[in-house]
């Protein structure tokens, strides 16, 4: 008798495509998302803010109600919806660009505001759609099309670490950061994204996961080598970990 | 008997996968799908599958639909 280990979940459109890049994580991210809203039973009820950037044709792919919001908005616009349906599962997935640079007004007075909502955010040190430029989260040292000599500090600042300060702040319930570098890590990224929806549906506050990714493409890299930065380069700067979970502390 | 599903035209040729079976039984195939990419292919002779679903984890563009054990 054999039993079914694997399954695409229900909660990803038949027949989905990606329209990623070749060895990108935001389709191991997509589906881990897809898996939890499933196993939690979620699906019928949730609604999406999506967001600009490599995630910007999220609704393509998840069975779930969508809004599209402008850049950097989706939170304000998962607020707004959250606010008018308060039944309602409202989540959001971002991209570092997305969340911590255009939008990072609208997502930290999300999480300070205590709003009972779930982002994630997929952090890949780059702005990937638009062609590798210095974002946020680029990490010292590194070359994109915008700092061709390396990230320095004198001329462009410190990458943002944005697990600890959204943790910082008092309306947040969960604030995590995870890595899809290997197997085991993908695992303990699905609890990550389970805990950041299960304070909502408990009406806690802010549930946040922030997401260590890939971008191949725009780092020049085969999909492995790429997941060798991840373990090697940025995961010593972005430390893997539960930076706030008031359900520990509650205990 | 162990065995995974591959959907070869969901494959961009990534490779993700190849690195990730512990049994090394995926290899990368002399076809090539409709996005021109040439597939991966599950090879298990000897049936040493585990069916752990390392590879469907792994793989990020859903092209390992299903893995059965037993």
Redesign the interface.
């Known amino acids: 008798m054999s039993v079914q280990v694997f399954k695409i979940p229900n909660s990803l459109k038949k027949d989905a495509k990606y329209t990623f890049c070749p060895g990108c994580d935001h389709g191991v991210a997509v589906r881990l998302v897809a898996e939890v809203l499933e196993e939690m039973g979620l699906t019928e009820n949730a609604i999406l803010a999506a967001s600009i950037g490599c995630s910007v044709t999220l609704y393509d792919f998840l069975n779930v109600d969508a809004l599209e919001a402008p850049h950097g908005r989706a939170l304000a616009e998962a607020t707004g919806i959250k606010r008018a349906r308060p039944d309602k599962f409202v989540f959001t997935y971002q991209g570092d660009g997305d969340f911590a640079s255009i939008g990072l007004a609208e997502s930290m007075h999300a999480a300070l505001r205590g709003e009972k909502l779930s982002a994630i955010c997929i952090n890949n040190t780059t702005y990937g759609m638009t062609g590798g430029q210095l974002g946020p989260t680029t990490i010292m040292g590194q070359i994109t099309t915008t700092s061709p000599t390396g990230r320095n500090k004198e001329y462009y600042g410190y990458p943002i670490k944005i697990a600890e300060h959204i943790a910082l702040c008092d309306g947040t319930a969960y604030s995590a950061r995870v890595s899809l570098d290997s197997v085991a890590n993908i695992k303990k990224a699905k609890q990550a994204i389970k805990k950041a929806f299960e304070v909502q549906v408990k009406g806690l506050g802010f549930g946040f996961v922030e997401i260590l990714s890939t971008c191949p493409t725009n780092w020049r890299m085969t999909p492995e080598q790429a997941h060798e930065r991840v373990k090697n380069e940025m995961m010593p700067v972005f430390k893997p970990g539960v930076y706030k979970d008031i359900t520990v502390n509650n205990q | 008997?162990n065995r995974i599903v591959i959907d070869e035209n969901?494959c961009?040729?990534?490779?993700?996968c190849i690195?990730?079976c512990p049994k090394g039984l995926i290899k990368v195939s002399e076809r090539t799908n409709n996005l021109g990419?040439k597939v991966v292919e599950f090879c298990d002779p000897d049936k040493q599958c585990l069916?752990c679903?390392?590879c469907?984890?792994?793989?990020?563009?859903?092209a390992?639909?299903?893995?059965?054990?037993?």
């Open positions: 008997m969901k961009k040729a990534c490779y993700l690195k990730e990419n069916g679903a390392m469907a984890t792994r793989c990020p563009d859903l390992i639909t299903e893995v059965y054990r037993g």
